[in-house]
Every structure is written in structure tokens, then in C-alpha cells.
């Protein structure tokens, strides 16, 4: 026997309709109960969207909005429904409407999912609809029944949506680049050790972030004290500024792959031998600076995927947005406790974006354009100004925080609030550690970190001069185009290596390819075909050319 509180019940149309029973004695309706097929027809039309778009829908009923919204689109297009009250959706598969909808394999339905859950699922749906954009769509009845519930959901999808339109942006400007910084650093990479050698180095002890938000101004002397407690790991773009302070980081972190970030350390030679962690898609001159232990991150992308046979054992991090992020991500690696956040301001200072010494060529830009800037709560302010970065990267943390549960002390001075964090002045977080009763840190690399790991050099020096070849072969392609040799081209085991490359030509080929799904004339179909194939193959053909240069990558990139 179902669930009492809801209720199928007959209209006047012979269409069954729900209703279910609220804690405070009201009946909600899921449908009309006259006609939920006209209801849903109405509702589906009424819905912002064409027929070139997929759908995240909050809430099932008993899926006749579902069917209406799903006979509006093309094929390829998907649905996702999430339904809350596992009751409803067992009622709505007593009934043939959700049967039906159940059984087309373009919906698919996931019931009582947390927020978490909800935004892997939403991620995981984005990957299936190849980075198209999609809308929301709720079904206000349901909606209704919780809207607490469904409302954390909305919150979820816009920060998960915020995150893949911010990364789909920053791989169209630096697709080119990562590639490009990826071929030249295959040596370093290959000789690097895995980041994996810290994990639980720091057990039990407090390790500190820094950042370099212009709080740090305020207490970078205090970090002397902090030096005997546990691991400091600073950002690249801080790095020289606390050795200027006579501060000595453990552990130098840096992914950005722009060719200036060697200026961070340049004229610093006291640096060079401090254990470098990186992503292989970093600057090479920066990752060449470094002459000490380097510690590669792995991650999901296709260059790293392409090489893991030459990287055994590597292990990869939580995908940050910003560098701070990865820094966190090794912290929380080590197994320190708590996590000491410093200079983590993620805020605008009342004349500065950054802290004194460090180079920032976005900063006073960014701190400047009205168009984004955003308020905050503050850690010692009501609010404080930000822009949307900035807010992105507080979401990440606090999801995060969430997901992984560690103690995390913010003891930066000023800058925005970071919730599920404790806010403690950094002199006070040293002292409560400084009681003696702990022996002091001392830096420790394990040594197999120190030791190139160039067994697998040969292998990848192989590989590479394979996918020279391969890439030279798309080249010639790109030259003398045909629907051949787009074909050849996109069976070639080089496209997804070439495919963050193409980021910015994909997302017009996207528009082009949702074109031509709503164009009904035929020519103009062949058409806008034609013009997609020889942008794949002229796009495709740039990105090779990465593979064949001699090696020096260039703003030019």
C-alpha cells in the first residue's frame, strides 16, 4: 500500500491527478484536476526555452508536465528530473504517463538527491549534453511541497552553472596555451613525483595557506611564529614576498600557465630549491626555476589522461579555481588539521587588490570595473566589495568545506566570509599552538620526491614524436580540406588531445550545430554543416600546430 499522504485521484477528462497531504492538514495538488494533459500542454509552452535546449526539471508529479516539455525537443536533447518525495515518484510509476517518459532514454530521473548530489548529477548531465547550456525549469506544485529542499537545489545549479560557464570561458582564452605549456613541460612532468608523496606528512598539525590578498599586509611578520608549527605553503605570486619577510615557505604552488609568472621568483635564488607542486599545464619557465623536489598534480584533463602509463602512482587533486584552491587541496592531502587560511581575502582592500610586493597585472582592473563587482559578508565587516570571481572561488571553498568536512581556520584580517570556516585572529591561532607540548616542524620531503623519476622518459619521448607525426598529418589536412579529411581527422587518437585547444572554435561550433537542428530548409542545413566541418578542420589544425613548435610558446600563443 502507497503512502497515504498522496492521493491519486480521477478528473473529468478519466486522467488521473495527485494530491498529497501537507504537515498542516492542506492538500496539494500535483495537477489540475480537470485536465492535467491541457495543464501540462500550456505549461510546457509557456516554458522559456526552444527545441535546441535541454532541461533540469524540479519535480516529477505524475509527469505530465514532463512528457509535454519532452515532445518540444530534439532528440539529442535531454531531461533531467529531480524529484524530492520518493512517494510521489513511487506513485507516478503506477501510471502510464510516467512509464512512458521513464522509459525514454533521453529523461533521466533521480530521486531524493542532496545538494550535494544534486550538483554531481548536474555535472555529470552537462558532460552528457556535450556543454550545452540547458534551463531550469520547476514545477511550482511540487516546488510547493518543499521549497527549502528545491530552493538549496536552484542555489546548487547556479553555482555548478557559474563554475562550467567560467571554466568554458577560461579554456577558450588559455586552451592554446595549456596545450602548448603541456608539450613543452613533458619532460618535467615526467621526472616530477607524485603530489600523492605528501599525503598525511602533516597529520595532526595546523598548516598554513597563503595567499596574497592584501590582508596580508597586516600580520606577515606574525608568520614567523607559525614557521616551528607546521607546513607553510605559499602561492607562487606570494613566494617572493614572504622572502623578503625572511619567511620560508615548505611547499611553492603554482598552476598558472601565463609566461610572467616566473617573474614571481625572479632575482629570488633562495627559492629555487623549495619543493615545487604543479600541474603540467603550468608556465615552464616557472616550472624550469625550480631546481628541488617537484611534485606534479594530476588531474582528469586529456594531456595528463594521454600520458598516465609514463606517470605511475600519480594522484590528482579536487579541481580548484584558483591557485589558493590547490594549495588548500595539499593541505587537506597532508592530513593537517586544522587548515590555516591567511591572506585569503577573496575581497577588494580599500586601495588595493592585492598585498604590498606582489605583481598582479588584473588586480586594480578588476578592482575597478563596476560591472562586476559584488558585495560579500566580511569576516570583520557587515560586507565588503568582491567581483564574481572572486565569488566563485568563496562557493568552491565553502562546497568543499562541505564535502570534505576538515577544520579550517580563517585568520585572514579582513576579506570576505568563507562559511563553515572559524575566523581567528593569526596571532591568536599560533599561540594556541605554541604550548611546546608539540616538537617543531621540520620540513620533510620524502626522497623519492628528489629522485627524477626518468625511467619513463624514452617511452614518453616516443610517444610525443608519435603524436608529432599525428599532428603533422592533421596539419596537412587542415590545408587541403574535405569531408575525408574532417572524417580521418575526427577519428584521429590526437582530437581529444586537441579539443581544449579548439575550446573557443567548439563553443561557435555549438551555436552552429543548434542552428542547424531548428533550421528547417535544407540547403541552409547543408549549409551551416559545411561552414562546422571547416571550422572543425581549421581549428583542429591551429591545435596541432602546438605539437610541431620548437618550443618556446610565446604570448603569441
Not at 605528501?198 to 597563503?210: C, D, E, S, Y
Not at 592531502?333 to 605583481?359: C, K, R, T
Request: aromatic content about 6%; some cysteine; glycine content about 6%.
Amino acid at each position: 500500500m502507497g503512502d497515504p499522504r498522496v492521493r491519486i485521484e480521477p478528473t473529468r477528462t478519466n486522467i488521473s491527478t495527485a494530491s498529497v497531504l501537507c504537515p498542516d492538514g492542506r492538500r496539494v495538488l500535483l495537477h489540475s484536476k480537470y485536465n492535467p494533459a491541457t495543464e501540462a500542454q500550456t505549461f510546457a509552452q509557456s516554458a522559456t526555452m526552444d527545441a535546441a535546449t535541454s532541461c533540469v526539471i524540479l519535480g516529477l508529479g505524475l509527469g505530465y508536465h514532463v512528457a509535454a516539455l519532452a515532445e518540444r525537443l530534439h532528440p539529442q536533447e535531454r531531461i533531467l528530473v529531480i524529484e524530492k518525495d520518493d512517494q510521489i515518484a513511487a506513485a507516478a510509476r503506477g501510471s502510464a504517463c510516467a512509464n512512458t517518459i521513464l522509459e525514454d532514454p533521453r529523461i533521466t530521473l533521480a530521486i531524493q538527491p542532496s545538494p550535494q548530489d544534486a550538483r554531481n548529477l548536474l555535472l555529470r548531465f552537462m558532460a552528457d549534453i556535450h556543454g550545452h547550456d540547458y534551463c531550469l525549469i520547476p514545477h511550482m506544485p511540487s516546488v510547493t511541497l518543499d521549497p527549502d529542499y528545491y530552493g538549496a537545489l536552484e542555489q546548487q545549479f547556479t553555482r555548478a552553472r557559474e563554475m562550467l560557464i567560467g571554466d568554458a570561458l577560461t579554456q577558450a582564452e588559455m586552451g592554446k596555451r595549456y596545450l602548448a605549456n603541456s608539450v613543452r613541460n613533458l619532460p618535467a612532468t615526467v621526472s616530477a613525483a607524485s603530489v600523492g608523496c605528501l599525503r598525511g606528512l602533516a597529520k595532526g598539525r595546523p598548516a598554513f595557506v597563503i595567499a596574497a590578498g592584501p590582508s596580508l599586509d597586516r600580520n606577515i611578520e606574525q608568520l614567523h611564529g607559525a614557521t616551528h608549527l607546521g607546513p607553510i605553503l605559499a602561492v607562487g605570486t606570494v613566494s617572493a614576498v614572504l622572502a623578503e619577510h625572511g619567511i620560508r615557505p615548505d611547499l611553492i604552488v603554482s598552476v598558472d600557465p601565463k609566461p610572467q609568472t616566473r617573474d614571481y621568483f625572479k632575482n629570488r635564488k633562495d627559492l629555487r630549491d623549495i619543493p615545487f607542486v604543479f600541474e603540467m599545464e603550468a608556465a615552464p619557465d616557472a616550472v624550469g626555476f625550480f631546481t628541488g623536489a617537484r611534485l606534479l598534480v594530476g588531474s582528469d584533463k586529456p594531456f595528463c589522461k594521454a600520458i598516465q602509463s609514463f606517470l605511475p602512482d600519480l594522484t590528482v587533486l579536487p579541481r580548484g579555481l584558483s591557485v589558493a584552491h590547490y594549495a588548500f587541496e595539499v593541505a587537506h592531502l597532508m592530513g593537517a588539521d586544522p587548515i590555516v587560511l591567511v591572506g585569503q581575502d577573496l575581497a577588494f582592500g580599500p586601495n588595493s587588490s592585492h598585498a604590498a610586493g606582489v605583481a598582479s597585472s588584473w588586480g586594480e582592473a578588476a578592482r575597478n570595473d563596476a560591472s562586476t563587482r559584488v558585495e560579500v559578508p566580511g569576516n570583520s565587516a557587515p560586507s565588503v566589495t568582491t567581483n564574481q570571481g572572486f565569488r566563485a572561488c568563496i562557493r568552491h571553498y565553502e562546497d568543499r568545506i562541505r564535502d570534505i568536512h576538515p577544520r579550517v581556520i580563517n585568520a585572514t584580517e579582513g576579506g570576505a566570509r568563507i562559511e563553515g570556516t572559524e575566523t581567528v585572529p593569526l596571532a591568536q591561532v599560533i599561540e594556541s599552538f605554541s604550548d611546546g607540548a608539540r616538537s617543531a616542524w621540520r620540513s620533510y620531503i620524502p626522497d623519492t620526491a628528489t629522485q627524477a623519476e626518468s625511467g619513463n622518459m624514452v617511452a614518453a619521448t616516443q610517444w610525443l614524436e608519435q603524436m608529432r607525426s599525428l599532428a603533422q598529418a592533421a596539419c596537412n589536412q587542415a590545408a587541403t580540406p574535405s569531408p575525408q579529411a574532417a572524417s580521418r581527422l575526427q577519428n584521429s587518437p590526437l582530437l581529444h588531445l586537441l579539443e581544449p585547444a579548439m575550446a573557443r572554435e567548439i563553443i561557435e561550433m555549438k551555436k552552429l550545430e543548434k542552428d542547424t537542428r531548428r533550421e528547417n530548409h535544407e540547403a541552409r542545413r547543408r549549409e551551416l554543416e559545411e561552414r562546422k566541418a571547416q571550422m572543425f578542420l581549421d581549428s583542429a589544425g591551429r591545435a596541432a600546430s602546438l605539437f610541431l613548435a620548437p618550443g618556446d610558446y610565446s604570448d603569441s600563443v
